[in-house]
């Protein structure tokens, strides 16, 4: 259903695997500029908060590009098809 919601929405999976590759860059940023104004400990928990989000929007990537498959590319990852290669 959100994945559905979003596709309408046109997110494409291109975006949400943006989006995590963007929140990586944005945690290391996010710990350095903590690192230098407030203690160590504050600074790995803004660090991990943000490098948290990166799993969510890979997932959601992964939910987009299956939820763009066409229904005949779905059929041909049928469990017959990959073992005997046909």
């Known amino acids: ?10 997110v494409k999976s291109e975006h949400a695997y943006l989006a ?3 929140s990586i860059g944005l945690s290391l940023a996010s710990w ?5 104004n407030e203690s160590l400990e504050r ?3 803004w660090g991990i908060f943000v490098g948290e989000w990166a799993p969510t929007f890979f997932a959601l990537g ?4 299956n939820y763009e ?3 005949a590319a ?3 990852d049928s469990p017959a098809h990959i ?3 046909v």
């Open 1 to 10: 259903m959100i994945v559905k919601t979003l596709h309408e929405a046109g």
């Open 20 to 22: 995590a590759t963007a």
């Open 32 to 36: 350095l500029a903590s690192s230098r």
């Open 43 to 45: 600074a790995d928990r």
């Open 62 to 65: 992964l939910a987009l590009a």
């Open 69 to 71: 498959r066409p229904a």
């Open 74 to 76: 779905l059929a041909d």
């Open 83 to 85: 073992v005997h290669g």
